[in-house]
């Protein structure tokens, strides 16, 4: 749980979590573990399709939640079911206290249910005297430790055997050895007996269909299966989202959720309840049962035309498995009582503000939660979002306001830059690395070497590159984004030289921009509007067939981001396609666009491997490009196991957390190490500019360039 | 086209990867057979609850609950079990929840896709035979597998309209991962599955 009063403590927390090596380690083989698993359980499948079909059906579902609630209601009083409807987290607690309370019951055993672990009604049930036990596994564990779960799934997953172990020594006063199957007959034993003794059981529900007034549960353990059968009274805890109009619904839904969760075809039991069944314990030989639904902000999300999507999360909790940060510092670091990105979103709406403002900032924009996610959430958009709108309710920070002045006026921002580049002077050294900070805009980098700002940047270098093509084939406008036109000129003459000989006429408008992520990354939503309209503008004057750029952050952005900037803004719809349309990233248009041939250049069979930019990768969908160029230069391919793995970057997030970000950072380059290369191309300059001060940083030989750098290097020369 | 035979086989590797037994066999009668055979060989179920039990048996006999097992098939097993000198039981589970040895069920449908039983468990002796048996005996009829669970929405529909219901897809053995991701079985519920399916009869082929 993460509860931190300001950034400053968070940081200190998240830190701490950093030393935790069993921690640590668990993380790591859990994140390489579990891509294999999900690959093979999804393997033949159209996953794609599944995530759609699973997206509409849920936003259906959403969007009739009241009626789907009355509908069942209704049908589940014809069959003595009771339904009750909680508006806020602490209602949902008074209720199912009230109901223990009128059927006279002691104690309480309880299945899993993320629900309850939002509502906190453990707490609640215990100040008033009921003796609650959880009894999955991982649960029981956390609950005895007097924790909340680490991962949505995997609730104790921040464990080790040997804690385990030292927990069950104290709870059966027995000395318990930490072989794991042993651990688990200790849990199997001791909780029998709650099961027998217990008058109420507590579950959550999957879903909750309106036609039959069925509830659906899976879990593996079995453990559900006995809380809903052998007490007499039995309550389930169900978040409104989980209203589904049919079976069909949620068969959908399960063909994605264990397989996205654990890699499993399906969980040991899914059970279907419907209505009071047949109990031997209660007096009249049949079940007390009720449904306590908990709105707790969901009716309001359900209509918020940005946010309802939230509600589409089905809590496999994948979103957490492939996030690099989440990776680094566990889930109690990672969420307040949900975790990974679904719950640096929903922290903010069933939580609070307070809860959330922390939490939201450290995403690293990877994209790789919405790359897995089952029911296809926008969750990177929606964390910025967030962020955005915490921002605008809370006031923006400094910095925040600061860099969104200088931004939104491109000629403030280029001057700033020039003058940077005279008030580093003094600490550079010969190699053209930043020898002390600080860098432009931040202070806590120590964990690389920064590179130098350029002595002449791009756009002044342009005039003496430009040629003259007097019938050209194609136009073609260069994008260079801020770090290349400023920092690494050399990269954009690479992709110019490339781009020579070929009768293209090339153009590199003056009056672009940033393109905006970096400020959108901060919240600042309507100066990211601003500035996007501003390249809009700069780059149409070109009038060209296509837009260009060498980093992968500015086309994504330029792609995807400036589309979702203005869905809804008409006046803009067409202007804007017909920009987005013409933007590609610079190794698709070579290898896809321009076809190029394996003759253009000698072969050098150096060892050379590929880092992914996650915005290629993933918010591109490019992988193959940049694979194809790398073999048809001729260099000796080797791929890296975790090619597609964050590098740690994320623009100002490497300043805002320096130390995940260096964690991220070390273990990327000790697996580039293991491919033995000598060449480490990519094709983003944030990842270059990450990358490079790492490998300069720990000695590590290694060149880490541009795609386009080697392949002008390795092109043939037309005589 | 998927046969009964491809959509058995299929059946049978899902289920074997999550560590279920599965055979074939021809007759129920030769099921109740395999059910007291594994008896045999099992050591005698170990007491969940043993403060509740009285004082510890020298030398206790093992227990099967088949609850709903018809009138012929019941009668062969309890005398099967006379002779083998094994409790037998078709109701009254709730006297035994510190566990039994075998629980012997029919399942209504397969799912071959997955390797999971359906069964309608709203019988409460059904429903903790399945839960408390440590090991637990599922007699399929080959005929009864279907590719998936969409190929069930009817009749899984009939059940949910028939209320009060409960009807459960199992599959595999009860299992957890919580402890360092390390896949244990028998958790809560059975720490073994058996899945005999019956072939269909060779007049019903063509
Ligand atoms: S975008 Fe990346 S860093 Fe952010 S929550 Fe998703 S996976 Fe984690
Ligand atoms: S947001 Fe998506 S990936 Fe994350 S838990 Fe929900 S459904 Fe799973």
């Known amino acids: ?719 | 086209m998927q046969t009964p035979d491809s959509l058995s086989a299929l059946f049978k590797q899902k289920a074997e990867l999550v560590s279920a037994v599965v055979k074939e066999v021809k007759t129920p009668h030769e099921a109740l057979q395999y059910a007291i055979d594994v008896c045999e060989r099992k050591e005698n179920c170990l007491s969940l609850m043993p403060a509740l039990n009285e004082p510890p048996d020298a030398n206790p006999a093992k227990i099967i609950a088949a609850p709903a097992l018809d009138a012929t098939l019941t009668d062969a097993m309890r005398a099967l079990c006379e002779k083998n000198n094994i409790r037998f039981l078709t109701s009254g589970l709730r006297e035994h929840l510190a566990g039994i040895d075998i629980g012997l069920t029919f399942a209504d449908y397969g799912i071959a896709e997955t390797g999971t039983l359906v069964l309608d468990s709203s019988s409460e002796e059904v429903r903790l035979t399945t839960m408390i048996s440590e090991i637990h005996i599922a007699i399929l009829p080959q005929s009864k597998i279907r590719p998936d669970a969409y190929h069930l929405e009817d009749e899984l529909g009939k059940n949910m309209r028939s209320y009060p219901n409960y009807t459960a897809f199992i599959t595999g053995a009860s299992r957890t991962a919580d402890i360092e991701r390390v896949l244990a079985l028998g958790v809560h519920g059975p720490l073994e599955l058996h899945i005999l399916i019956i072939p269909e009869p060779e007049k019903e082929r063509t």
């Open chain 1, 1 to 719: 749980m993460q509860e931190a009063k300001n950034l400053k403590g968070y940081k200190k927390e998240v830190d701490d979590a950093l030393q935790n090596e069993f921690l640590r380690t668990a993380m790591d083989n859990f994140a390489v573990a579990y891509r294999t698993g999900r690959a093979n359980a999804f393997a033949g499948m159209d996953v794609e399709a599944l995530v759609a079909d699973i997206a509409a059906a849920k936003d259906a579902a959403i969007a009739r939640m009241d009626e789907l609630f009355e509908e069942f209601k209704t049908n589940a009083e014809k069959i003595g079911l009771k339904v009750h409807r909680a508006e806020t987290a602490s209602q949902a607690n008074a209720i199912i206290a009230r109901i223990a309370k009128e059927n006279g019951v002691n104690k309480i055993i309880k299945s899993k249910s993320m629900t309850a672990e939002e509502t906190l009604l453990n707490h609640h049930l215990e100040a008033d005297g009921y003796e609650v036990t959880e009894t999955d596994l991982g649960e029981w564990i956390i609950q005895l430790r007097g924790e909340g779960p680490s991962h949505m799934v995997m609730p104790a997953i921040h464990l080790s055997r040997f804690q385990v172990a030292d927990l069950f020594t104290d709870v059966t006063g027995e000395k318990q050895d930490s072989e794991i199957e042993r651990l688990v007959k200790v849990a199997r034993r001791e909780l029998r007996k709650a099961y027998v003794e217990a008058d109420m059981g507590v579950s959550g529900a999957n879903f909750a269909l309106a036609d039959t007034a069925t509830i659906g549960l899976t879990t593996n353990e079995g453990n559900a299966r006995l809380v809903t059968t052998l007490p007499r009274v039995h309550v389930a805890l169900v978040g409104l989202e989980k209203l589904v109009p049919t079976l069909h619904d949620a068969l959908l839904v399960n063909r994605a959720l264990p397989r996205n969760a654990t890699g499993q075809g399906i969980t040991s039991y899914v059970t279907w309840i419907t209505g009071p069944n047949v109990c031997g314990s209660a007096p009249d030989n049949k079940k007390e049962m009720h449904i306590v639904f908990l709105d707790n902000g969901r009716r309001d999300l359900a209509r918020d035309p940005v946010f309802a999507q939230v509600l589409r999360c089905v809590r496999c909790g994948a979103c957490a498995n492939v996030c690099p940060v989440y990776r680094m510092v566990g889930g109690h670091r990672y969420g307040h009582i949900y975790i990974g990105a679904i719950g640096l979103i929903i922290t903010y709406f069933f939580h609070g503000r307070d809860k959330a403002e922390n939490l939201v900032q450290n995403c690293i924009n990877c994209g790789a939660c919405k790359a897995v996610c089952a029911a296809g959430i926008d969750l990177p958009r929606l964390i910025k979002e967030v962020h955005a709108r915490i921002q605008d309710e809370s006031g923006h920070p400094l910095t925040s306001l600061l860099m969104a002045k200088v931004l939104r006026s491109r000629k403030l921002f280029h001057t700033l830059l020039r003058s940077a580049y005279l008030a580093q002077k003094p600490v550079t050294d010969e190699s053209h690395y930043l020898r002390h900070l600080p860098f432009v805009f931040a202070q806590e980098h120590n964990f690389r070497r920064l590179p130098a700002i350029a002595e002449k940047p791009f756009r002044d270098r342009w005039p003496l590159l430009k040629t003259a093509v007097s019938d050209p084939e194609m136009r073609v406008a260069l994008f260079s984004g801020c770090v290349q036109d400023f920092v690494y000129p050399e990269q954009l003459e690479a992709a110019v030289k490339l781009l020579s000989d070929r009768n293209i006429a090339l153009e590199f408008p003056t009056d672009q921009s940033c393109c905006g992520l970096p400020l959108e990354m901060m919240g600042e939503k309507k100066t990211t509007r601003e500035v996007a309209r501003q390249n809009i503008n700069a780059m149409s004057s070109a009038d060209c067939d296509y837009i260009i750029t060498l980093c992968a952050s500015c086309a994504s952005h330029l792609k995807n981001g400036y589309a979702k900037l203005f869905e809804h803004d008409e006046t803009m719809t067409d202007r804007v396609r017909r920009f987005t349309s013409k933007v590609h990233p610079f190794s698709a248009f070579l290898h896809d666009i321009l076809k190029v041939k394996a003759d253009e250049f000698k072969p050098v069979p150096v060892k050379t491997t590929y880092h992914a930019p996650c915005h290629l990768c993933r918010g591109l969908k490019i992988s193959e490009a940049p694979h194809a160029l790398i073999e048809l230069a001729g260099l000796d391919f080797r791929p890296a196991q975790e090619e597609e793995t964050c590098c740690g970057f994320g623009g100002s997030y490497s300043s805002k957390f320096p130390n995940i970000s260096s964690q991220i950072l070390s273990k990327k380059l000790d697996d580039f190490k293991k491919t033995e290369a000598e060449i480490l191309v990519t094709e983003c300059p944030g990842c270059i500019m990450q990358l490079r001060g790492g490998v300069k940083k720990r000695g590590d030989n290694l060149k880490v360039r541009h795609i386009a750098e080697v392949l002008a290097e390795s092109k043939r020369q037309t005589e």
